[in-house]
């Protein structure tokens, strides 16, 4: 009964955030045109949601109950629509969350979103930068979502990776983005990892000890 409310009470929020992700694009081109004179920074998006899609958020949900997973650690936060994704999942499978952003005002407009879903008690919210905010992590990490700046996916997976275990799965958000092709390359390149793809390649699922090749789908 109280596992139906609460998967109400994340669909609903859910519902109003994807509303709201509809200006998304105006504010992400005020953002983009940051950039021309300078690199892009996170703070250049600190009002846009940059989320997965909703038919992302599904299969993440099903992957991580397929796979009994529970302990869950998350990368780039902004304003928690795939971390509602992800406590969907774990209300089934009995887990938690630690996840994390770098902008306290992203934070606390997430923060509001899990206590508004009633999920606020299994998800950890941890401000700053990921590779500060996760540098003692020191238990299994069941799922690893990878969806904040590119260029931190390599730093961060080496500095995870003494926690992964034969059964854990690395989600990569943004698989055909240039930061993230250097984890893939060095990855693939480890015998002791397999990667598919899936959204067209939008998306990369690293699985530990697979032995058969790397594969499209
Ligand atoms: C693509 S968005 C995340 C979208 C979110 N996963 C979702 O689907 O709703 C990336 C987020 O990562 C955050 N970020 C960037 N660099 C970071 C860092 N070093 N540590 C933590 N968060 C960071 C950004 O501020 C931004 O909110």
């Not at 869950?72 to 994704?85: C, K, R």
């Not at 997430?110 to 206590?115: S, T, V």
């Not at 996916?153 to 092709?181: C, K, T, W």
């Amino acid at each position: 009964m109280q596992t139906t409310i609460n998967q109400n009470r994340i669909a609903e929020t859910l519902r109003t955030l994807f509303e709201d992700s509809k200006n998304d694009r105006f504010k992400m081109l005020k953002g983009v045109s940051k950039g021309i004179f300078r690199p892009l920074q996170p703070a250049d998006f600190k009002d846009v949601y940059l989320s997965i899609s909703k038919e992302q958020g599904e299969a993440l949900c099903d992957l991580i109950q397929e796979n009994h997973l529970k302990h869950i650690v998350e990368f780039g936060t902004s304003f928690g629509i795939s971390t509602l994704y992800l406590a969907q999942a774990i209300i089934e499978t009995g887990g938690s969350i630690i996840t994390t952003e770098l902008l306290e005002s992203k934070a606390q407009r997430a923060q509001e979103n899990f206590d508004k879903a009633g999920v606020g008690d299994v998800i950890e919210l941890r401000v700053g930068d990921a590779m500060k905010t996760l540098s003692n992590h020191q238990a299994p990490i069941d799922f690893l979502l990878l969806d904040g700046w590119k260029d931190l996916y390599l730093p961060l997976f080496e500095m995870l990776e003494s926690n992964f275990h034969r059964d854990s799965i690395i989600y990569v958000d943004n698989a055909d983005m240039d930061g993230s092709q250097i984890l893939l390359r060095t990855v693939a390149a480890k015998s002791n990892y397999h990667i598919e793809y899936q959204f067209h390649g939008k998306v990369a699922i690293i699985r530990c000890n697979h032995s058969s090749k790397n594969e499209i789908i």
